[in-house]
T-cell receptor, first 115, second 114 residues
């Protein structure tokens, strides 16, 4: 079965640079979530989209922005990168219309390292 | 606000021992979902189990079982006859209906020694 795809899997950037993370949800899933997991930490919710509209927002810095496109893939844009942004970024998808509310399927994550 | 507490930071056992992971949650909602996820050293998050707030029936799935007690806001998870491949960080998580985002506990690192 198709899973959530995230690209790139690994990314190394310098401070103050910009990074773009991509997420391709499971086909026919309408909701995408982004989570950030710092070293030794639990995943923290950043933002979510339902049917291409932002549906919820967590502790996402103003330097970050995200959107969901017409094909339901999502991108997380991160500017003015800081050392503290080094983390594992997960994307998850779910389908609200299939009776499986709250069943989020996670991608493999993108490991971002800021030097 | 919702909150998930996993009081155990690390657990170390010898293979074939049982491991029980504790999880206590807080929420003002009457409808919510509870989850357990496993994160092996490779880093991916693996879904293990889900329970909704209306279903307190405890079940067993293979070597996994869980004990959901609404009265004490606890959702404990047990691995029976542990194996080395069970070594991972285990996260308990909570989500509310409507918001859907997951709030994770701090995680419990399980090490199973051969």
């Amino acid at each position: 079965a198709a899973g959530v795809i995230q690209s790139p899997r690994h990314l190394i950037k310098e401070k103050r640079e910009t990074a773009t993370l991509k997420c391709y949800p499971i086909p026919r899933h309408d909701t995408v979530y982004w989570y950030q997991q710092g070293p030794g930490q639990d995943p923290q919710f950043l933002i979510s989209f339902y049917e291409k509209m932002q549906s919820d927002k967590g502790s996402i810095p103003d330097r970050f922005s995200a959107q969901q496109f017409s094909d339901y893939h999502s991108e997380l844009n991160m500017s003015s990168l800081e050392l503290g942004d080094s983390a594992l970024y997960f994307c998850a998808s779910s389908s609200r219309d299939r009776g499986n509310l709250n069943e989020q399927f996670f991608g493999p994550g993108t490991r971002l390292t800021v030097l | 606000a919702q909150k998930v507490t996993q009081a155990q930071t690390e657990i170390s056992v010898v293979e074939k021992e049982d491991v029980t992971l504790d999880c206590v949650y807080e929420t003002r909602d009457t409808t919510y979902y509870l989850f357990w996820y496993k994160q092996p050293p490779s880093g991916e998050l693996v879904f293990l189990i889900r329970r909704n707030s209306f279903d307190e029936q405890n079940e067993i799935s293979g070597r996994y079982s869980w004990n959901f007690q609404k009265s004490t806001s606890s959702f404990n998870f047990t691995i029976t006859a542990s194996q080395v491949v069970d070594s991972a960080v285990y996260f308990c998580a909570l989500s509310e209906v409507g918001g859907y985002k997951l709030s994770f506990g701090a995680g419990t690192t399980v090490t199973v020694r051969a």
